[in-house]
């Protein structure tokens, strides 16, 4: 029954994917200026003769290494915790009705729910939703898999997460799921932590096949967090209701500060306003992208980013997005298992 029932939704989401003009799941129509169907790409003739497609041959011919395997493999903990937020969120589903069998039979997240978003949100939340579907089957097809962990994406997850950003607990407790700004707030906490993993894993992979996955990935990953961030951005000096005089930008100068705090690894955090001699070049306070002072990316290890994701400050302590621990040999190494 339940393979039936998703192979129903498939089908059902397949067709209004074909179809610009009908609704998605959800009720959410979309645009039917769509544009039509591209005709494949014809030859054309040139005096240079046919053009050449491939990229040069890697200087080292080895596809995946043995050593890459478990790096990549982590970063899998932080793919399936935005697919299921950002599905959930646009779709009111997950991966167990969308991609079944890309779960590996890991456990359904906790507390994911759909969220009340405008139009414009929905859409970019849908699409970035349907892009982590696609890089969780491509680092599968790479370096294998492995399950779900156990992911808490309740409301009350965010809302201690954003009391212990501010230091007392906020009145009414935060709830990513009930606004536009909320959702996009809470979007702030996660997705660049998966930027800083991938910066910090390019240097210890040498597979040519890895490292053109780690760049794909750690592109898009890095256009969603920029995409966020520049939503916030416009934003910026907006009250957050129903918090008082707290600001969009202070929301994200907090959760920053609180990353920075967990991960104990000094600044690798800025949110949207920073001081001048913190901005780019030292010339401007604006900060619409993190970056360091020579505006690169920051890098974070696997150990890192579990101190940050558990909440506790310790990768042997899980907690937070993960109350069983992520998965893979180096999550569970820190578990002594």
């Given at each position: ?89 646009a779709y009111g589903v997950g991966l167990d009705e969308i991609a079944p069998k890309l779960a590996l039979g890991g ?231």
């Open positions: 029954m339940a393979y039936c029932a998703s192979a129903s939704f498939m089908l059902v989401l397949l067709l209004q994917l074909s179809s610009c003009s009908e609704a998605l799941p959800g009720g959410h129509p979309v645009n039917p200026t769509c544009p039509p169907e591209w005709p494949p790409a014809a030859a054309t003739s040139s005096d240079y003769g046919q053009p050449s497609c491939q990229p040069p041959a890697p200087h080292i011919p080895v596809a995946v290494f043995p050593y890459d395997v478990d790096p990549v493999q982590f970063a899998l903990n932080l793919e399936y915790t935005e697919a299921e937020f950002f599905l959930h969120a456990p359904p997240p906790v507390g994911a729910r759909k969220a009340n978003l405008d139009q414009v949100t929905w859409r970019i939340v849908a699409e970035f939703g349907l892009q982590e579907v696609g890089h969780i089957r491509a680092i599968q097809r790479t370096v294998g898999g492995i399950p779900r962990p156990l992911i808490d994406l309740s409301a009350h997850n965010f809302a201690r997460i954003m009391d212990e950003a501010f230091g007392y607990h906020l009145n009414p407790p935060f709830d990513p799921y009930i606004n536009s700004l909320n959702f996009l707030l809470a979007s702030y906490v996660v997705p660049y932590l998966g930027l800083n993993g991938y910066v910090g894993t390019n240097p210890i992979i040498d597979g040519y096949e890895t490292k053109k996955l780690l760049a794909g990935l750690l592109g898009v990953e890095a256009q969603q967090d920029a995409v966020f961030r520049g939503l916030l951005f416009e934003r910026l000096g907006e009250v957050v209701p129903p918090y008082g005089n707290i600001t969009v930008a202070e929301f994200t100068d907090r959760v920053s500060a609180l990353r920075n705090r967990l991960g104990r690894c000094g600044v690798k955090d800025e949110g949207l306003t920073v001081p001048r001699e913190l901005g780019a070049e030292g010339a401007i306070c604006t900060n619409v992208l993190s970056a360091d002072r020579d505006s690169l990316s920051y890098a974070r290890t696997p150990a890192e980013l579990l101190r940050i994701l558990y909440r506790t400050g310790d990768e042997h302590m899980p907690g937070g997005f993960y109350p069983e621990g992520a998965n893979g040999r180096i999550a569970r190494s820190f578990l002594g298992k």
